[in-house]
């Protein structure tokens, strides 16, 4: 269970180091890479989400785990 919420934070790193290279690449001219991490950004919150959603419905599921 552990290894599960290592993960689904692991995401959410993601996330925030994409989210800063977006904000890095905002005004860049190559254009190409700032869609990239955006891209990277709302994949990595989705998936922080939808884990999280999996592992509490897993927990509730079985108890005693």
Do not use: C
């Not at 552990?2 to 905002?26: D, H, N």
């Not at 190409?32 to 955006?38: A, E, N, V």
Request: no cysteine; hydrophobic share 45%.
């Amino acid at each position: 269970m552990k290894t599960l919420k290592f993960f689904e934070y692991a995401y959410l790193g993601v996330f925030v180091l994409s989210v800063i290279e977006v904000i890095r690449y905002w005004n860049h001219p190559d254009k190409q890479r700032f869609y990239i991490f955006l891209i990277f950004a709302v994949v990595s919150l989705g998936m922080f989400f939808f884990r999280r959603y999996y592992r509490k419905r897993f927990e509730k599921r079985n108890p005693n785990k």
